[in-house]
């Protein structure tokens, strides 16, 4: 059983009890615990079932790299899946849950996957669920739905009540990972002067140095870590952060960080999370490396852990695995695992080393010394046990796997080597090459990730460089270091001296990638390459005899490394087991690509303070108070928030709508219009600009006239419209549709600023400057004669023509323009005065029945009269010909943009479908987007198509649904009727071919 | 996340930035006549070379067009210059 020791534990504190629940079961740890050591030294080894087979798994790491004891976290709003028992920090109170298993953790339905395991080979679900396809909507999804994904999705109504934040950083120098190495390259970096930050993914400095040992100039590692943290913190260019992991290093020295401020102390005040955003000149990855796993069966048991975890919980937690240990291994390394654990008063039963020693190196020495029986050239049959180990059947590595003995034991440290973690160095370009002598992939200082300057801008250093060896990291840090600052542009410290390591020399390591060597299909189905995802030698072994041999399909085919801790313990191992199916060279197969974060970050921590009404910002009227005062429903229009329409008191939006269209046509309307975009357009050559960016001409327009004009893109295509208005000789104000306000004014500016830059126009967006009211129907002269203070009449100001003047004391800019057909105005006031001119109009309109609309009113009048939208009847690939607005073309100008274009073959088919109007025989309202059928089917077997709808309403004065849409002939085709499909895909809907204008034809409302 | 150097406002981040068109790429003359082959290599073809590639940017916050060499490969930033200014 694994259980706590009396002694050591050097990162707990013994006097201070912590209780948690796991499973809703109450234990006790101590403080500076980890979730997964304190559940250790409750004996609870089982702590999660795996992906697809749901297999009993208990811990096999101490950090990061954990695949296995993922836990969900808290309850209610503070609920967090996922969360890797190993990191977790224990606290007062910890509510833990175990994952994917039903229905509890010993006892598991779906654990019955793993019987028929040789039925679920790689590639099951892309060869199970393609065929027959009417399966895949009612059993295969909802079968995969509800067996995939292992932790459980916070509840979509609760709202998460940490806050989090984001922190600008910019420094010379950032060193990553708290190890002696990184300790070392941040003081050497630091020595110079420069602005250094060095921050460490865990709580603790030193990284795995004082549990593995080892003297520092003449110092225990332990003294000089301490000390060495100390000269930093004396360093004023120098910041230090724990619980700070690097998470991805990107383009021109950019580099993400995420700081765990109060995940292990959920009652202290202030952010939860912190996303550092760092800038800095250089970068120094000490990473450190991950010890890999062995692959043999029965290798994913609970009780069968790394070598150096096992040795973790030892000397961190004073936590024991088990009583009988059997130490497997290809290096020297996991020896420090038996003598940690024979120390601790432990028993070691056997060492199994793949190797045969002719002269036993210092560690394996000191074992046979301390009478640690080593068993040279052997290894791991297979694991005896289900839920927990019970022993291993001793077989030789070179054999098929006969067992010579069985050794009963609780735990088993395995030790596959090392792996250098080059994830930080690899996110932005940085090059690996493959060290043979230590079976690793490194990285290669030559094909460094490079910057703005295309200098290299990442260094590494330490075991993260592949320095296994304590002195070698620490020269290869502090030159690292040396390297970094002086690239930042700073200067080494003279004669700064290097500190010295004493520690064990090491034999080279023996590579294993199946134990043992001949394994047959037995054993190989029980070795565990991917613990998290359940993927095996035998399917990656699978992948390849069935063709795979891009390490990157394999991975995607078996699933191998594609689990949320992205394959830390099984990426080596699974390509060695690839380039051994495919017989090429590990290098030849190469490495799947290393992405950011390095271990999952919060979405809190992405989102920092842009949530709720912050996440972005809703841009206002000046009326858009009232709006909220006077029940408005809103949509979303761009930025703007507008009106949809403004409901009384128990009315539907529907109806209201329709409300607002009878009272305006038959009395008076109000509209806030001031989201309409207005540039404007300066400069003595201002016409000419305007006549190359609009379709029609409008240097001839005269002052005080307004022309309605259309915008195409360079490739013919209709990309805005609106009112333009000549101010005077020199100054026109363009109106632009809402959305278009930014985007044409930067068009714009594109081609004056690009293309005609010798060109005297000066462009201003003025939008919102101006508060914009739409007067509209037959009282709307009334009302602003009722205001007074400007000659509104027919003669004074006729259609398209505006003037300046006040309105009721107010400075006003009438234009006299209509996109209902009504009698119409818009009023354009200084913004400030806005909502004072409204609350008159509303006032003095009252005898009128004055009626607020919205932006749905809007549209059906404009339906009604047959105007085009942008963005409804256009949508990138609709040209003004079109939509049959030919009479807004200039046949006299000899160009603008769009005219080449709208001249090019494709432009000019008469097949191009058109607008018309579409009346439906039983008055209903077609589905928006709907198509329009036609006799036969095309290559792909789908239904041939002759328009689809544009827009679509119902209309209040026609009492009946109307519809623009763009049909295949359809000018030609008036009176015919042609039917159009429904979402169901099987309902027809027969509508008659009409002109779009439905109301007022001759025009005759608005000319009065 | 790049930094270009706007030529009015100095180093800022790539996200203040949008990519406006290959450089050098002058709109043909309209009122000649121009083939379709012609008018289509304009509208939709580009150089997109790979390495050294001269490219016109807009720095969204002061609204200023100007020409980047930068690394396509690399993505290093080769230099930057106002439009219509030869580089000294
Ligand atoms: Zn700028």
């Known amino acids: ?1008 | 996340m790049q930094q270009f150097p706007c030529p009015f406002c100095g180093l800022r981040d790539e996200r203040e930035f949008h990519f406006a068109g290959e450089a050098g790429k002058p709109r043909p003359d309209t009122t000649q006549p121009i083939s379709d082959a012609d008018w289509a290599k304009y509208l939709f073809y580009c150089a997109n070379a790979k390495g050294a590639s001269h490219e016109v940017w807009v720095h969204t916050t002061c609204q200023e067009y100007f020409v980047m060499t930068r690394d396509t490969v690399t993505m290093a930033v080769l230099g930057t210059h106002a439009l219509h200014e030869v580089p000294a």
């Open chain 1, 1 to 1008: 059983m694994s259980t706590r020791l009396a002694t050591s534990g050097r990162l707990i504190d013994r006097s201070k009890q912590v209780a948690f629940t796991f499973n809703g079961k109450r234990f006790t740890g101590h403080a500076g615990d980890t979730l997964a050591s304190a559940l250790l030294a409750n004996d609870q080894m089982l702590m999660g079932r795996s992906f697809k087979y749901h297999r009993p798994r208990g811990v096999v790491a101490s950090g990061a790299e954990e695949p296995n004891a993922l836990v969900n976290l808290g309850e209610g709003v503070t609920h967090e899946p996922n969360a890797r028992a190993t990191t977790t920090e224990l606290f007062e109170g910890l509510k833990a849950t175990s994952q994917n298993h039903w229905p509890s953790l010993e006892f598991d339905v779906g654990a019955i996957n793993q019987k028929f395991a040789r039925f679920l080979p790689a590639g099951f679900y892309y060869k199970m669920f393609i065929h027959p396809r009417p399966f895949w909507k009612h059993i295969y999804e909802p079968f995969i739905r509800h067996s995939a994904g292992l932790g459980k999705a916070p509840d979509a109504e609760t709202r998460d009540p940490d806050t989090y934040e984001h922190f600008y950083a910019h420094v010379d120098v950032l060193v990553v990972g708290g190890g002696v190495a990184g300790l070392q390259a941040a003081l050497t970096a630091g020595q110079s002067g420069l602005k250094v930050l060095l921050i460490e993914q865990t709580a603790f400095w030193g990284g795995r140095t004082p549990v593995d040992g080892g003297e520092i100039d003449g110092k225990s590692a332990e003294d000089w870590i301490t000390e060495a943290v100390a000269a930093l913190e004396v360093m004023p260019n120098v910041t230090l952060r724990t619980r700070c992991m690097g998470s991805g290093v990107y383009d021109h020295g950019y580099v993400l960080g995420y700081e765990r401020l109060t995940d292990h102390a959920p009652e202290a005040d202030g952010p939860r999370h912190r996303l550092w955003r760092i800038r800095t000149k250089q970068v120094v990855t000490a990473t450190g490396a991950i010890e890999r796993p062995l692959s043999f069966s029965g290798n994913d048991i609970p009780g069968v852990m790394l070598a150096s975890a096992v040795r973790d919980y030892v000397v961190d937690y004073g936590v024991s695995i088990g009583d009988r240990t059997v130490v497997v291994t290809n290096n020297d390394d996991a020896y420090r695992t038996a003598l940690t654990l024979k120390k601790a008063g432990l028993s070691v039963p056997a060492i199994l080393d793949v190797r045969v020693h002719v002269h036993a190196p210092p560690l394996v020495a000191e074992a046979k010394a301390a009478g640690i029986r080593v068993l040279e050239g052997m290894g791991i049959a297979k694991v005896v046990g289900g839920q927990r180990v019970k022993g291993v059947a001793v077989c030789s590595q070179a054999g098929e796997g006969a067992m010579v003995e069985e050794i009963a034991c609780d735990c088993v440290a395995m030790s596959g080597g090392w792996s250098p973690v080059v994830h930080l160095w690899s996110h932005c370009g940085g090059k690996l090459l493959w060290d043979e002598e230590h079976a690793f992939f490194r990285p290669d200082a030559s094909r460094a990730p490079t910057g703005a300057d295309g200098l290299p801008f990442v260094t590494t250093a330490g075991t993260a460089n592949g320095h296994l060896h304590l002195n070698d990291a620490l020269q290869d840090a502090h030159s690292a270091g040396k390297i970094a600052l002086e690239r930042a542009g700073g200067k080494a410290e003279a004669g700064a001296v290097v500190p010295q390591a004493q520690g064990p020399d090491e034999a080279a390591m023996t590579p294993v990638w199946l134990m043992p060597q001949g394994a047959g299909y037995e054993l190989k189905m029980k070795a565990w390459l991917d613990y998290q995802n359940d993927v095996k030698v035998s399917d990656v072994q699978l992948a390849a005899r069935e063709g795979y041999e891009s390490v990157e399909h394999t991975k995607r085919y078996t699933t191998l490394g594609m689990a949320t801790d992205q394959g830390k313990l099984s990426n080596i191992n699974g390509l060695a087991t690839l380039s051994n199916a495919l017989g090429e060279a590990i290098p030849q197969v190469g490495t799947t690509t290393f992405r950011p974060p390095y271990t999952p970050i919060s979405m809190g921590a992405i989102a920092g303070e842009a949530r709720g009404e912050i996440f972005q910002p809703i841009r206002k009227t000046p009326i858009h108070a009232w709006h909220e005062k006077n029940g408005a429903a809103f949509e979303p229009v761009g930025h703007w928030r507008r009106p949809y329409c403004f409901p009384k008191d128990g009315e539907s939006k529907h109806d209201a709508v329709m409300r607002e269209v009878k009272n305006t046509r038959e009395s008076l309307g109000l509209l806030d219009a001031s989201t309409l975009g207005k540039i404007i357009v300066k400069g003595p050559d201002a016409g000419r600009f305007l006549d190359m960016m609009y379709t029609n001409m409008m240097s001839t327009l005269k002052p005080g006239k307004c022309r309605y004009g259309l915008m195409c893109s360079e490739n013919g295509f209709l990309m805005d419209d609106g009112v333009v208005a000549r101010i005077d000789e020199d100054t026109f104000l363009c109106h632009t549709t809402t959305g278009g306000a930014e985007h044409i004014h930067g068009h714009m500016e594109d081609w004056l600023q690009c293309e005609w830059w010798d060109w005297k126009v000066y462009t201003a967006n003025v939008t919102e400057e101006y508060a914009q009211i739409a007067v509209v129907g037959p009282h709307a002269r009334d009302l602003l004669e009722a205001l007074g203070g400007m000659d509104v009449s027919k003669d004074a100001l006729a259609f398209m023509e505006w003037k300046d003047g006040e309105l009721a004391g107010i400075p006003a800019r009438a234009y006299r323009i209509s996109f209902s057909g009504e009698l119409s105005y818009e009023i354009a006031v200084p913004a400030s005065f806005g909502q004072a001119f409204w609350d008159l109009c509303m006032q003095v309109g009252a005898q009128w029945n004055i009626t607020p609309y919205g932006t749905e009113c809007l549209h059906i009048m404009r339906a009604e009269k047959g105007f085009i939208m942008i963005g409804d009847e256009t949508d990138g690939t609709v040209i003004p010909q079109d939509l049959g607005l030919n009479w807004a073309i200039s046949k006299k100008k000899e160009d603008f943009l769009g005219k080449r274009a709208q001249e090019r073959s494709h432009m000019t088919d008469p097949t191009r479908w058109k607008l018309v109007g579409l009346l439906t025989e039983d008055k209903s309202v077609l589905p928006d987007g709907a198509y329009a059928i036609k006799d036969g089917r095309n290559a792909n077997n789908q239904r041939n198509t002759q328009g689809r709808v544009t827009s679509t309403y119902h209309s209040p004065m026609l009492e009946r649904g109307i519809a623009m849409g763009l049909v295949l002939d359809g000018p030609e085709r008036m009176g015919e009727i042609i039917h159009f499909m429904k979402d169901d895909g099987e309902t027809l809907v027969a509508a008659k071919i009409v002109s779009p204008v439905f109301y007022d034809p001759e025009g005759e409302k608005q000319n009065v």
